[in-house]
């Protein structure tokens, strides 16, 4: 079993920035991706932000150049910088981490949500 624990959410005015954090504990081995995704209150959970344990990295279209992860391998912990924020990326934030099983699938971990409120 992993456990993901999300915090920095909050509110924030248009232009601002926050900076999610996602520390993982339990049995975190074999962890690959870890990541981001958000949900606004009626829509579909939706990609943020992926990283794998090799750093690479993957931006929804609607975050690219505004948003940064970045990961500490040392830590288990993920982190989204979020600058520019503007009121439509209102939403929960969910943090994710996949780890890898001996049969060679997949299984997804997922954080409990911060919720992120940008409005003026």
């Known amino acids: 079993q992993v456990q993901l624990v999300e915090s920095g959410g909050g509110l924030v005015q248009p232009g601002g920035s926050l900076r999610l954090s996602c520390a993982a504990s339990?049995?975190?081995?074999?962890?690959?991706?870890m990541g981001w995704y958000r949900q606004e209150s009626g829509k579909q959970r939706e990609l943020v932000a992926t990283?794998?344990?090799?750093?690479?990295?993957n931006y929804a279209d609607s975050v690219k150049g505004r948003f940064t992860i970045d990961r500490d391998n040392a830590k288990n912990t993920v982190y989204l910088q979020m600058n520019s924020l503007k009121p439509e990326d209102t939403a929960v934030y969910y943090c994710?981490?996949?780890?890898?099983?001996?049969?060679?699938?997949?299984?997804?971990?997922w954080g409990q949500g911060t919720q992120v409120t940008v409005s003026s």
């Open positions: 994710f981490a996949d780890q890898l099983l001996s049969d060679a699938t997949k299984y997804t971990y």
């Open positions: 339990g049995s975190i081995f074999n962890i690959n991706a």
């Open positions: 990283i794998t344990s090799g750093s690479s990295t």
